[in-house]
């Protein structure tokens, strides 16, 4: 790979990030959102240019263009020196490049695009596993596939913020994309049977790890981790709420999809997967709409003009981020949005919009739009956004993780104002207990999930009554 100079300086705990990693071939940077893990990778491969002849960074298809974007914020390197995998690449006509950026997901869904990868992987390839955790786990497609093309590579790094949301089992095989050495264990079945107890009652659930401090021990040579407390000077955060109550037809289908689930309670057991649906139901319900088999039923509710209020607070020269967790509400927000301030002051950025767009409505809000309107599936992970202080979050996922990936998009480095969220929430409603569970950063669906094995039937519809 030809030699390259970088544009910007290291920030002191990036120079130590980089000391740490450079004497091993393969790195793990555990690195908090917002504190460079980009710009850390990139100069790792700087060091290491005489020793590889390209880089793979796989990455989500999502933050592809913000990956190409970093590579010529921090390098010297030309457009041409960058690849970004598209619909139209082939493993016969991959261009000469330096860097080639690839979806995770498409490793997964487009045989074209792997084969493609598969070109590109040797010996002398350094393959960079970006937002790691989407490959999590161990049964998933994409996961084995990436893991398979990469086994031959001598350098290999993965990247993440959020290495073990949903428990010790997550590491498994984000460190065997890594070396199988690293934890000395060639199954997930091997190590779950010495580090993972699981209920009797549920399968899958997972109730304690065990040996902890063996895999800290075992990954501590090839780890670098930070927190943001640690290394940046951040302004903070600051949380208010605007409230609003249900209208009688909201609390009519409300109650609804209680008593069915009621009913449900003395013949099904409440798993993961029901709870998420119950869950799902009621959060709709108070967002303004109610999926009746298949059947979209629009509701009158407040939580639409609540946030309009809200924004209308704000001074007028003020950028503003909304976060929404459904499709359905960014189509409302936005046309709301685009109504009051015209379309052009709006930026959009979610599933419906084409990854190779979502570049450009980004762009769009660091320019010359006042408004960006996000799901946090699609722009919670990769972004930066720190034009923006001012954060309206229209309705919360039931994941803590999710929800800090999400605020960290505007606490990052270059935010230079105090952040400030405001949380859009129905009083007397499913979405007290998503803000309880996020404020003890769990997971709304696994602290359910264990206050049911804990009681008797009786005692879940008692849980049930209480949403």
């Not at 330096?98 to 350094?126: C, K, N, P």
């Not at 609390?251 to 009913?263: C, P, V």
């Not at 319900?285 to 609540?306: A, S």
Request: net charge positive; charged share 30%; hydrophobic share 35%.
């Amino acid at each position: 790979m030809k030699a390259f100079e970088t544009t910007t300086e290291l920030m002191q705990h990036q120079v130590d990030a980089v000391n740490k990693s450079l004497p091993s071939r393969i790195n793990a940077l555990l690195m908090d959102p917002g504190t460079g893990k980009s710009r850390t990778i990139i100069e790792l491969v700087k060091y290491r240019h005489k020793k590889i002849d390209r880089v793979v960074w796989f990455c989500p298809v999502s933050l592809k263009l913000t990956v190409r974007g970093e590579i010529l914020k921090h390098t010297y390197c030309s457009a041409e020196d960058i690849c970004v995998f598209d619909d139209k690449i082939t493993g016969g006509n991959i261009p000469e490049a330096m860097w080639y950026v690839v979806g995770i997901e498409s490793m997964s869904q487009s045989a074209r695009e792997l084969f493609a990868a598969h070109q590109l992987i040797t010996d002398r390839t350094m393959a960079i596993l970006d937002e790691s955790q989407y490959c999590k786990n161990n049964y998933a497609l994409r996961a084995i596939r990436i893991i398979n093309l990469c086994r031959d590579t001598r350098y290999r790094a993965i990247m993440t913020g959020t290495l073990l949301s949903n428990g010790i089992k997550d590491m498994f095989s984000q460190f065997y994309f890594l070396s199988p050495k690293i934890l000395g264990y060639q199954s997930f079945w091997s190590f779950a049977a010495n580090h993972i107890e699981y209920s009797d009652k549920y399968p899958g659930q997972v109730v304690r790890a065990h040996n902890v401090e063996y895999l800290a021990a075992k990954i501590k040579p090839y780890t670098y981790q930070i927190t943001k407390e640690e290394c940046l000077n951040l302004p903070g955060r600051m949380y208010k709420t605007a409230y609003f109550d249900m209208t009688d037809e909201q609390r009519f289908y409300y109650d609804s999809i209680k008593n069915d689930y009621l009913d449900l309670a003395d013949t099904a057991t409440f798993d993961r997967y029901i709870i998420f649906r119950m869950f799902s139901a009621l959060q709709q319900v108070v967002c303004g709409y109610h999926n009746r088999k298949g059947r979209v039923i629009h509701l009158n509710h407040r939580r639409l003009q609540t946030l309009m209020d809200s924004i209308q607070r704000e001074p007028d020269n003020e950028k503003i981020i909304v976060w929404a967790k459904y499709q359905r509400d960014i189509e409302m927000i936005s046309t709301e949005l685009k109504t009051a301030y015209g379309d052009d002051q709006v930026a959009v950025y979610y599933g419906k919009v084409a990854p190779k767009n979502r570049k450009s409505e980004e762009e769009r809000f660091k320019s010359s739009a006042r408004f960006f309107v996000a799901t946090a599936a699609t722009g919670g992970h990769g972004l930066t956004l720190v034009e923006s202080h001012i954060v309206k979050v229209y309705n919360r996922t039931f994941k803590y993780a999710e929800n800090e990936q999400m605020e960290d998009r505007v606490c990052r480095i270059g935010q230079m104002k105090k952040a400030m969220f405001e949380d859009i929430h129905c009083v007397q409603s499913i979405d007290d207990r998503i803000w309880k569970s996020i404020c003890r950063k769990g997971d709304i669906v696994q602290d359910f999930r264990a206050e049911v094995e804990k009681v008797k039937k009786e005692r879940l519809k008692e849980l049930i009554k209480a949403l």
